[in-house]
């Protein structure tokens, strides 16, 4: 099964991964990275279908998918 993968540390929070993914399983974490940010995370990555727009979508590359 596919995982993503988000280095949280990262991740500015522009919400760009949420809007793209099709299962809308990508939530912003409640807590703060050490940058400020609320990150982008995925709790339910079980249910990930390995399409990767998550990843394409990211500015700052933080997401990566694997099998």
């Known amino acids: 099964m ?3 993968t988000f280095r949280e ?3 500015k929070g522009c919400e760009l991964c949420l809007d793209v993914c ?3 399983i990508i939530v912003m ?3 703060f ?3 400020g940010y609320h990150p982008a ?3 339910d990555a ?3 279908v390995g399409c990767a727009l998550c990843a394409k979508a990211c500015p700052d590359v933080v997401i990566e998918i694997y099998e």
Do not use: F, L
């Open 2 to 4: 596919p995982k993503p």
């Open 9 to 11: 540390e990262k991740c």
């Open 22 to 24: 099709p299962k809308n």
């Open 29 to 31: 974490s409640p807590d």
């Open 33 to 35: 990275n050490a940058k």
């Open 41 to 43: 995370t995925c709790p």
């Open 46 to 48: 079980d249910e990930c």
